[in-house]
Structure formats: C-alpha cells, structure tokens
C-alpha cells in the first residue's frame, strides 16, 4: 500500500482524516449490501455468488484504508489486534 | 416518509438494524464527497456547485433515514434535539 | 446551534471533514445501541424505556452535527429532502 | 476469534448485519479520537503517546469485526485484500 500510494503521488492525500472518511465510505458500501437482507438469511445469502465476491471487495476496501491508515499514524495493526485479543480475553472470561 | 412507505409495502424492510445500516450507508456517501478535499478548502468547494447538489442530496438521504428510524422506534426526532441542545448548553457554558 | 457554536469559540474546530467524523461518531454510538438487539425485538427494545432516552440522545447528535454541517456548506437541508423525497417517488413509483 | 467466540457462546449474536453494526461502532469510535485535531498535526498528535496505544485499541476493534465478519460470511480476507490490490494497480497505472 505504501509503494502503491507513494508511486500515484498520493502520499499528499493521505492525512489521517481523509483516510478516515475513505474508510467510514467503504463501511458504508459494505453497510450497502446487507442492508435490506433479511437478518436470519444474511449469512447465506451473502455467503453465496455473486454477493460473496461483492461483499469480498468492499471488505477488502475496508481492510486496505485501515491498513494504510496504520502505516500514516505509525501503528502495527497486528500487534494491536493480538494484545486487544488478549484484553478481551481477561475481559470477558469464558 | 411513513407514508410513502406504506404506499411502496417497504415496512417490512424497516427495522430499525436495517434502517440503521441504510444510514451508515449514507453517511458513508456523504463521506466520500469529502475525502479527498483538502481540509482548508473543503467548506468553499462544497458551498459551489455541483458539489453543493450533490452534498444535499446525501445530506438529505442520511435525513430521511434518521427520520423514518425515528418514526420506527417512537423517538421524537425534534423534542430529542431541543433537549439535547439544552443539555449540551449545561454541559458546556459559554 | 450556530450561535451555541459561535459563543464557545469552537467555529474553528467545525470544517466540514472534521464535522463529518463527529457524524460518524455519533452513528457509530448510536449503532452499538442496537448492534446485539435481535432483529425481530429491536422495534420493541428500542421503543421501551430506558433504551428510547438513550437512543433519542444519539439520533438528536446525529441530528445536530448533520444540521451545523448544513449550515457550514450552505446547504438547505430541508428543501435538500423535499426534492430528495420528490426523486425518490419518481424513481420509485407506488 | 472464532474460538474467542465459541467459547463464550456469542455465535448466535454474530449475524452480519450485527456485526456491520458493531464494525460501524468502533469506526465511530475512531472517528472520534481524530475528529477536532487539526487536519495537518493529525498525523503527528496520532503518532504520540498516549494518543498512539488508543488509536491502535481502535483500529485493533475495527479489525477484529471485520475479520470475525469475513469468517461468518466465508470470505477469505486477505485474498480478497490481494485481489483488490491488483484491480486498483490495473485500474490507476502509476
């Protein structure tokens, strides 16, 4: 995503808060395609073709803003998602 | 909007989750006309048309659907506000 | 809510892209309300006491940020639904 | 996490459209920790203790929902990510 964003000449567009209203649109592509399915058939329905690869792409478009928003703020996405793991863990004791 | 619910056999589609993702979806819209302005000059190239239209329109989408979630749960949208104005008014002296 | 801004000193925080996170962030805050509700009871839960207070607190937010945005654009957000309302029952004839 | 949520028996209240919901909600929750920073120091304040740890619990959330969401609806994350990638590298040659 860095080479990628640094290759278009991007890098000037990618402050913290573009990339948050990037990805508060793609959460709403996402939001899009569930929106009006029944509740209880959800997962099917959009377990199946040709939503699958729809609901994929948006997921996808979801995933690489956060990624790139890491990289911009300095996070390590992974490392953070194990340790919040690890909190909802001691949390929320099964 | 309750009326051209009804009118359209919609109400079946409106609980409030999907209602809500309806709205997330919108917001999400109104989102991406904005993230890639430059912050400065944001609020002078969405004043200008056609930006302005088409803000509207998305400003209006998020509207209706917050009105019509309204109407589903029993909430009055306008008294909510008022008070809410009054609380945040407390909280916050000038 | 202009003159409730203009009186803490706060028009400087109130750019477009910012006001459009704080929309986010209230409709996030209002999505939690009803994110682990079943589908089938969400309409009964959220029209119940105490859940309908807090969610007329968070649609009233979601409410005043999207006006003060109209505001800061220069948007007529409710001329902007009227005509949004006329499209929608063109486009979907009853 | 789908062991997490196994063992605390939330199965039954992770259909997606709850979980694009909860997604929305830690979304909004970010949101709010950039909202009123000024866009240009945005990346800076962010990359700064104590702000940094709770950007990352945020996005850690974000990312959790939308891997929990991926496995619900039997979407293969990061092929989807590598897949998309390669679209945009078609769609916007450097």
Redesign the interface.
């Known amino acids: ?1 860095r080479a ?1 964003t640094a ?2 000449d991007w890098e000037r ?1 990618h ?4 990339l ?13 395609l ?4 029944p ?2 058939d ?2 099917e329905l ?2 199946d073709e040709p939503l ?1 690869t729809r ?3 948006e ?6 803003y ?1 990624v790139r ?2 990289d ?6 992974a ?3 194990r ?3 690890e909190l ?2 001691e949390k ?1 004791r ?1």
Chains 1, 2, 3, 4 share one sequence.
């Open positions: 995503m990628f290759e278009r567009f402050d913290p808060k573009s948050l209203l990037a990805l508060t649109g793609e959460v709403g592509e996402l939001a899009e569930f929106q009006w399915l509740a209880d959800a997962r959009a377990g699958r609901v994929g792409e997921m996808a478009d979801v995933l690489l956060l928003l890491a911009v703020v300095g996070v390590d996405l490392e953070a998602a340790r919040k793991m909802n863990a929320h099964a």
